[in-house]
């Protein structure tokens, strides 16, 4: 179902599908505490020794160390004849048929992948706050997602990086300003991101890479 149709159909079938299982999670109360959530979750100390305090110091740290870890295999996975190919249909999907690719499978699998990715996200939420909220599944956490693409950069493995760091920054820093109307600076931020930075915040850089070194030619 996700795969069909254009980026933009894929988006909004995206977004359906989690609704619907946020409503899914939301009447099967009885397995995921509903509106409340699941809570109780117990973490044993890992490898024995580290335990997961109220100062976060392990949780953070074994988050850092997951992320790297992931973040290895997606840059090894987009440098591999996997991922040129996943380059060549995101350059022409039309044209890739031509060379017998088949687009469909394509991307099933990094859908697929993208999918696992994502649980691991939601397992390092569960396992370090000890808690899951149906609010995962809301349309909020999706467009945060979509905020911190793109201000860093969709496409770009260190815009994602670079994009949540600024979007987590700028929303503690702007609603501990106003914490009524912050929203309302983060848009003008995104606006003005898709505006003047095309490829967000890394496209932004590379591009004045680019420029700089132009002139020194």
Known sequence: MVVRGGDLTRLMVTLGIGLMFFEIANRAAFITGGVDGLSGVEMRKIFGVFGFGLDGKTAYVYSLVVLFIVFVFARTLVRSPFGLS?????????????????????????????????GIAGALLAQTTQFVGIDTLGFPR????????????????????IGAAVFMAFQDYLSN?????????????????????RGGLMGGVLALKRRFVKKRI
């Open 86 to 118: 996943l380059r060549g249909v995101r350059e022409g999907e039309l044209r890739m048929p031509a060379i017998g690719v088949s687009v469909p499978r394509k991307l099933v699998a990094v859908y697929t992948i993208g999918a696992g990715i994502a």
């Open 142 to 161: 999706s467009a945060d997602l979509m905020i911190m693409l793109i201000l860093g950069g969709a496409g770009y493995l260190y815009g994602a990086l």
């Open 177 to 197: 300003l106003n914490p009524v109307y912050w929203q309302f600076w983060l848009g003008l931020l995104l606006v003005l991101i898709v505006l003047f930075a």
